[in-house]
């Protein structure tokens, strides 16, 4: 998107013009009820019975980007195995940090933490940067709200973790980490996410800026703890190949799309300036974006990635603009070929048309075993007043119906970000709303109430990588494949940025009816994996990587034992032996413990 005075609007009553698509859309509905299926997605809007009521968000009069702000980042910030809410507020009010109170409900306790900060603000995203356990935050702000926009701002809230009396705190340490500015004295910082673009087993962070006379959109690579313990980072943009002018860059995503483990970058911009870059295995990426057929004619605003037609392949969909009196450019779905190419389908599918696309969910919302699309609109003139959007994946990828309305997911106000949460546990997926010069809105799905329906049934993934060193934390850069009654659906574990906002680091199958994952295989970032089978749906369910490839114990421990156990797998013609991970068990399996078991034992 552009500012507002650098669109021009013709008078025409887009609501209107919806209105009427609806009716016309409801008559086709009567007279041929055979051709359309009635979902079972269903959402109440659950904002004051949770608590969220004071979560409000007003533009400071000298906020930066302001009309295009309104974020946060869900994640488990105390480690009670809750998703807690970090909200922005713009600056008329400060930050507030929802802590779950493992009821439904939520506490601001902002000022408890030291997170209640007055500050021109943009977005957020969190990970473990400093591999301590607990959950950081990095937020793009332009400093205090009490005075200009200004540069070096940003902020890296690093988490303390709890006290001798349990209180949790967190202390900016972004000047020290050196991720405190972008490009030399320009104000400027939009979206973030973090990844391990080297696979050294630490979190390197990547921050958008939208500034296309500047080289904002910059890498810095995480260099780990100093002498005194504290983690530092070194822009390396120039040298990893990305330095390009003309990129009004919001967004970006780490995110392995061609399967050799090493992730790549997806940089969702505006004015059609969005790029794709191959990760060269060697802190380099090469531009490929002329292979993503149909991203040069977004106003990307937002981007999530998975494998929408369950072929093995990621794919992408990004959040455009849909202009009433042309119909178009519209948001692009991007299926990927398997020559690492990818075709926009978006118009094939019914997916192209939103209005003013900001954030942007791919998410199986009513479990059926595939990836649905959920969209936050609302801008200006014409496109004030726009409702959400809930694309409903019908058939593999190929056909989506549009039913945000049919199920209760009714948003017309000013929205930007959006992620998703599971308030309770209860395994189906929540949906968090941040506006702008708004409230924070929170969308329940009632798809499981009191128990999961047998039809419906659900993982949640997290991952713990605390006894390997050369694996990132919470297991970023995984590919996690979980195979059940033949159809495999491929999970990647990434902490892309949603517009302004990210989600909780962990993944989320929809199984139908399945009621045992028969194979779920993990695939680590340093070449090794992890095979259970038999596992039970429904369940939150943390796998801990082991300390070597090795150590089929798992007690940080390589020895005869491990040998014991990895016989026994392999002789009971368990996947759990896969030590290649070619999904057969054979003599390749073997040679290839013998090759990690040496090394293990000696190095």
Wanted: net charge negative; proline share 3%.
């Amino acid at each position: 998107m552009q500012f507002a005075n650098q669109r021009s609007f013709r008078s025409i009553n887009f609501l209107s013009m919806r209105q009427s698509c609806v009716s016309i859309a409801c008559l086709a509905l009567m007279c041929a009820p055979s051709a359309f299926a009635q979902t079972s997605i269903s959402f109440t809007e659950q904002s004051s019975q949770a608590g969220l009521d004071e979560g409000l968000r007003l533009i400071s009069p000298s906020g930066r980007y302001g009309i295009m702000s309104g974020g946060g980042v869900v994640g488990d910030f105390n480690n009670d195995g809750y998703h807690d809410i970090f909200m922005l507020s713009g600056g008329g009010y400060a930050d507030y940090l929802f802590i779950n109170n493992q009821d439904g409900t939520f506490t601001n306790k902002a000022d408890q933490w030291g997170v209640d900060r007055f500050q021109h603000t943009f977005g957020a995203s969190a990970a473990d940067f400093n591999n301590d356990g607990f959950l950081d935050i990095f937020v793009t702000s332009f400093g205090s709200s009490s005075s200009a926009a200004a540069a070096g701002e940003l902020r890296l809230y690093q988490n303390n973790g709890p006290d001798s009396k349990g209180q949790y705190s967190f202390t900016d340490v972004a000047f020290f980490a050196g991720v405190n500015r972008l490009y030399e004295s320009v104000r400027d910082g939009l979206g973030s996410a973090w990844g391990d673009y080297d696979l050294d087993g630490d979190l390197d962070l990547f921050i958008c800026g939208y500034n296309e006379l500047r080289l904002c959109n910059r890498i810095f690579r995480n260099d780990g703890p100093d002498s005194k313990g504290q983690y530092t980072f070194t822009d390396v943009t120039d040298e990893s190949g990305i330095a390009v002018l003309g990129v009004r860059g919001f967004l970006p995503h780490l995110v392995d799309m061609n399967n050799d483990r090493y992730p790549d970058l997806i940089l969702i911009a505006d004015s059609g300036t969005s790029k794709f870059y191959v990760n060269n295995q060697d802190g380099t990426f090469t531009d490929r974006t002329e292979t993503v057929r149909g991203i040069e004619t977004t106003n990307g605003m937002g981007v999530d990635v998975g494998d929408i037609n369950n072929d093995g392949l990621l794919d992408m969909y990004v959040t455009s603009i849909t202009y009433p009196t042309t119909g178009g450019p519209g948001n692009v779905l991007l299926i990927q070929n398997e020559d690492q190419s990818f075709d926009n389908t978006a118009g094939d599918t019914g997916t192209y048309a939103g209005y003013w696309g900001w954030g942007l969910l791919l998410v199986d919302l009513d479990h059926d075993g595939d990836r649905d699309i959920l969209e936050t609109n609302g801008y200006v003139g014409n496109f004030a007043g726009n409702p959400a959007v809930i694309f409903e994946n019908i058939s593999a990828g190929e056909e989506f119906n549009e039913i945000a309305t049919e199920s209760g997911f009714i948003h017309t106000g000013q929205g930007r970000g959006m992620v998703r949460i599971d308030i309770e546990n209860d395994g189906d997926l929540d949906i968090a709303i941040f506006e702008n010069n708004g409230k924070l809105r929170l969308y329940r799905n009632e798809l499981i109430t009191d128990s999961t329906p047998t039809d419906r049934n659900w993982i949640r993934i997290k991952l713990d990588t605390a006894a390997r060193d050369t694996l990132a934390p919470n297991g970023i850069g995984a590919m996690i494949k979980v195979v059940t009654d033949g159809q495999t659906q491929l999970l990647p574990m990434h902490c892309g940025s949603n517009h302004a906002s990210a989600s909780p680091i962990e993944t989320h199958a929809g199984l139908a009816s399945a009621s045992i994952i028969d194979t779920l295989r993990i695939e680590w970032p340093d070449g090794s994996f992890t095979t259970l089978t038999n596992v039970d749906t429904n369940q939150i369910l943390t796998i801990h990587a082991s300390s070597h490839p090795a150590d089929y114990t798992n007690d940080a421990v390589v020895n005869v034992m491990d040998i014991f156990d990895f016989l026994a797998s392999y002789t009971a013609n368990d996947l759990v032996a896969d030590h290649n991970g070619d999904m057969t068990l054979n003599f390749f399996d073997i040679a290839s413990f013998i090759t990690d078991y040496r090394q293990a034992v000696m190095p």
